[in-house]
């Protein structure tokens, strides 16, 4: 990742979020996730690669390595043949070792019908990640069909923006508007170096929906509120708590300022239970969750909360320190904000295709690699009639899942459950 930029090659500076992951990336927190989604048939790795190879060239988000300058890291124009394509090998959301990958830093895989796309956070969030992957999936069913007759060009409503959204849309002068308070951590015995615990539930989006509208909540806060009550119950069991279960809960914010990037944008938001009195019913935890989520969840408290760290980076003083004394810098806030967080919930929302490819895909799916502080994380996203929701861990212990799930069904909520196996070995 290191070097000197050749001046006839294109170059893009970081964005605001992205600026954080080389500093924190190492062997055991990777910062890459997955999306990924089934196909109607097997999967021919040969064209699936041709489809890359058409379709990568379209995305400078993705067309690129990363360098370290004196003051920040940047991108540079990557000209190296695209990153091979596999058969999947490895468990999901592995460290990408850019030398090993034609200094790419995403993945694509495949297995049996399922085409997944790894990321390395800097380069995009999930919704920029599910462009690409939705284009690429595109051309390989052009490709793989010729008898379809499709028009070979990207989709009408793909984007190919790469707008630095946080610099065009921040507000200047912003006060730190977060606290870092100790949370309560999910913890238990570790798998083995490497070994990743994937648990997939797929269930009707109707029979999340009506129990969400039971409650008087979005299927965001209930699902919240529900993963809440599971860490409660196996945590506190009743018992009073100084420290809370924070859930951190990314929010795209492209909607709320009329992005259309590929890069990053999107912002943390944290629905904080915190147990002061004995016994809590399932009902008050899933208001005290909707309450929490409810306050933050606005335009001018999302641009607050971005705001602030942009002007952090716009600090004419900080911009002159050089990189390793930012990195030192970083990594200390970084640590120190470690601990104030349980989990992570992304919810990517209802996935939307273009025929006639619609009939080729069955299903996505997302999985969150784990960060310092939390064991376990879990990913939402739709399509069609079927929510798709996953937990992703590094321990042995299912318990809080098992929990989650139970509630599911008392609540009425048909679920299929399906692991990657660790749970069992």
Not at 282 to 309: C, D, G, M, R, W
Not at 365 to 374: D, N, T, V, W
Request: include cysteine; charge should be positive; charged fraction near 25%.
């Amino acid at each position: 990742m290191t070097g000197k930029r050749n001046q006839n090659l294109k170059w893009d500076k970081l964005d605001n979020t992205a600026q954080i992951f080389p500093v924190i990336v190492r062997e055991g927190m990777s910062n890459v996730y997955r999306v990924s989604l089934t196909l109607t048939e097997e999967i021919d790795g040969e064209i699936l690669h041709t489809a890359l190879e058409k379709v990568l060239p379209y995305f400078d988000v993705f067309k690129c390595s990363m360098r370290m300058g004196f003051f920040w890291y940047y991108f540079e124009e990557n000209k190296r043949p695209v990153p091979p394509v596999k058969k999947e090998y490895t468990y999901p959301c592995m460290y990408i070792n850019p030398y090993s990958n034609n200094h790419y830093l995403f993945k694509l895989t495949y297995y049996k019908k399922r085409i997944n796309l790894e990321v390395f956070h800097a380069l995009t969030d999930g919704n920029g990640a599910i462009t690409f992957l939705k284009e690429i999936t595109y051309q390989y069913i052009r490709l793989k069909h010729p008898e379809l007759k499709l028009r070979d060009s990207l989709a009408s409503e793909t984007s190919l923006d790469k707008t630095d959204s946080y610099l065009s849309n921040y507000k200047k002068k912003q006060k730190k508007t977060y606290t870092t308070k100790r949370s309560i951590l999910i913890k238990g015995e570790r798998l083995p170096v490497n070994q990743f615990a994937i648990l997939h539930g797929m269930m009707p989006i109707a029979d999340i929906k009506a129990a969400a509208k039971s409650h008087g909540l979005t299927i965001n806060e209930y699902i919240v509120g529900v993963y809440t009550w599971a860490i409660y119950q196996r945590y506190l069991r009743g018992k009073v708590s100084d420290k809370p279960i924070v859930t951190s809960v990314p929010v795209n914010l492209r909607p709320y300022f009329g992005s259309d990037t590929n890069k990053n944008f999107f912002v943390v938001v944290s629905s904080i239970f915190e147990p002061q009195k004995e016994e809590y019913t399932f009902e008050e935890v899933l208001a005290i969750v909707a309450e929490s989520l409810e306050k933050q969840i606005t335009k001018e408290n999302l641009e607050k909360l971005f705001s602030y760290n942009v002007s952090n980076e716009m600090n004419i003083l900080l911009r002159a320190f050089p990189l390793f004394l930012k990195k030192i810098a970083m990594k200390q806030v970084f640590n120190a904000s470690a601990k104030a967080n349980t989990t992570t919930v992304t919810n990517l929302g209802i996935m939307k295709t273009t025929d006639p490819y619609t009939d080729y895909i069955e299903k996505f799916q997302a999985i969150l690699p784990m960060s310092k502080g939390q064991n376990m994380k879990m990913t939402v996203i739709s399509y069609k009639e079927t929510l798709a929701l996953t937990f992703s861990s590094w321990i042995k212990e299912s318990e809080i899942q098992k929990i989650f799930f139970r509630k599911l069904t008392e609540e009425g909520i048909r679920a299929t459950v399906e692991t990657n196996g660790v749970f069992y070995e």
